[in-house]
Each structure stands twice: as C-alpha cells, then as structure tokens.
Nanobody, 119 residues
Framework: QVQLVESGGGLVQPGGSLRLSCAAS????????MSWYRQHRGKERELVAS????????IYEDSVQGRFTISRENAAQMVYLQMTNLNADDTALYFC????????????WGPGTQVIVSS
C-alpha cells in the first residue's frame, strides 16, 4: 500500500530550527519529483518546496527560500525538509507528496506533522 508518513514537527521558538522527515512506501520514490506542502489553520494546503528525482533541481516558495532546504535519500525512500530561522508564519501542518506541478493525481495524504513556532 502507498503510504507517506511525516515526522519531526514540534514546538519551537522563533528563530529556531526543525528537520522534517517523510517516509514513503508502496511506490518507487526515486522516480518522482517530491514536494513538501503545508496547511495553515483555516486555509488551503499550499506548496512549500520541491525536489527533482535526482536532487538536481529544487524549488522553494518565496516565503521560505533561503531558510528551508529540501533533500532526499532515494535508497531509503526518504524526503527531508530542513527548516531554519522559523517564524510564526511557518506554523502549519506539513505534508509530503509527489509534486502537484508535475503530476495530475497525488498519492494519498499522510497524517502530516505539526509545526508550531511560538514564544
């Protein structure tokens, strides 16, 4: 079965860092462009960062560029999001999935992992 399981979220102070992990199973991660998404409270899910299958190309939303780094380890079926200099606007439920800009149909959403940036 196809599964995407996010982890690594938590409560951090502004300026802090977190590293999110996405464990994929049931499909060949290495063949897909992967993305991180986030959903702010009361808002729709939005694309945050994307990484090509071979890690050659990476794309970030303007609000996170320079602060977030997306990476992947295909052999381990893992995708990561290193987040630094976090601010309150980064508070959201974070998900991973195949890239919505590339594919017309996504994999089933995982549970997501909650990031809360607060003092």
């Amino acid at each position: 079965q196809v599964q995407l399981v996010e982890s690594g979220g938590g409560l951090v102070q502004p300026g802090g860092s977190l590293r999110l992990s996405c464990a994929a199973s049931g499909f060949a991660l290495s063949t897909y462009t992967m993305s991180w998404y986030r959903q702010h409270r009361g808002k729709e899910r939005e694309l945050v960062a994307s990484i090509s299958s071979g890690s050659i190309n990476k794309i970030y939303e303007d609000s996170v560029q320079g602060r977030f780094t997306i990476s992947r380890e295909n052999a381990a079926q893992m995708v990561y999001l290193q987040m630094t200099n976090l601010n309150a606007d980064d508070t959201a439920l974070y998900f991973c999935n195949i890239d919505s800009r590339t594919y017309g149909s996504l994999k089933p959403w995982g549970p997501g992992t909650q990031v809360i940036v607060s003092s």
